[in-house]
């Protein structure tokens, strides 16, 4: 199985380095010209899709649509799953990094989702999507940079870990996760060179 973790693209928010959270922003122009491309390199992979899962926030739900578009693939069988949602960063959400750091200087905001919980509903989301969808071959789930980094660190059990910066879940990026017999290799797609590359954990 090939489980296909899609970032969805650039936000004005993300331009003004503002926490979005639950906040229901919606991509720019770049962002949408990102997950197009990101849409054609997957259907230039001749990548069938068997299955598409969205965050329910709406800059994922357009990257999905997008790679529906481009893929073949029926929207409306589309699957919004909450638990792909991003991190809730509490009260920290809209705040640019000059702000946090004035009223947060330790980068703990209240009413935040705490690292732990925020850890097993990763791992819950990506287990779920495993045990419903072990019949398919291709899964595509469009999300966000924090929700997907922190799949990564579960499904590794930490052997990627989530605060270092070794990987890098840019907007419009595409990660793929292969899943076989409880084993995980991990790849990034290089839009340079048009094909995936492994990650070693």
Not at 63 to 68: C, L, P
Not at 71 to 76: A, E, I, L, R, S
Not at 122 to 134: M, R, S
Request: aromatic content about 10%.
């Amino acid at each position: 199985m090939n489980i296909y973790l899609l970032r969805h693209g650039e936000t004005d928010w993300n331009c003004e380095g503002r926490l979005q959270g639950h906040e229901d922003v919606w991509m720019n122009r770049k962002g949408i010209a990102q997950i197009e491309n990101a849409a054609e390199a997957l259907a230039g992979l001749a990548v069938t899709l068997d299955a598409i899962i969205t965050s329910p926030l709406v800059r994922a739900r357009k990257s999905a649509e997008i790679v529906a578009d481009k893929t073949g693939y029926q929207k409306d069988k589309i699957v919004i799953d909450p638990l792909y949602i991003e991190r809730s960063f509490g009260l920290g959400e809209g705040l640019t990094v000059e702000e946090r750091r004035q009223k947060y200087m330790d980068d703990t905001y209240p009413e935040m989702e705490s690292m732990i919980l925020f850890l097993e509903r990763a791992k819950t989301a990506f287990y779920n999507t495993i045990n419903k969808y072990h019949k398919e071959n291709n899964i595509l789930i469009a999300a966000h940079g924090a929700i997907l980094k922190a799949v990564m660190t579960s499904v590794t059990e930490g052997k990627i870990v989530y605060e270092a910066d070794n990987v890098q879940i840019e907007p419009g990026s595409i990660h793929m996760i292969q899943y076989q017999k409880n084993t995980i290799a991990l790849y990034k797609y290089s839009f340079t060179e048009q094909t995936f590359f492994q990650f070693h954990f």
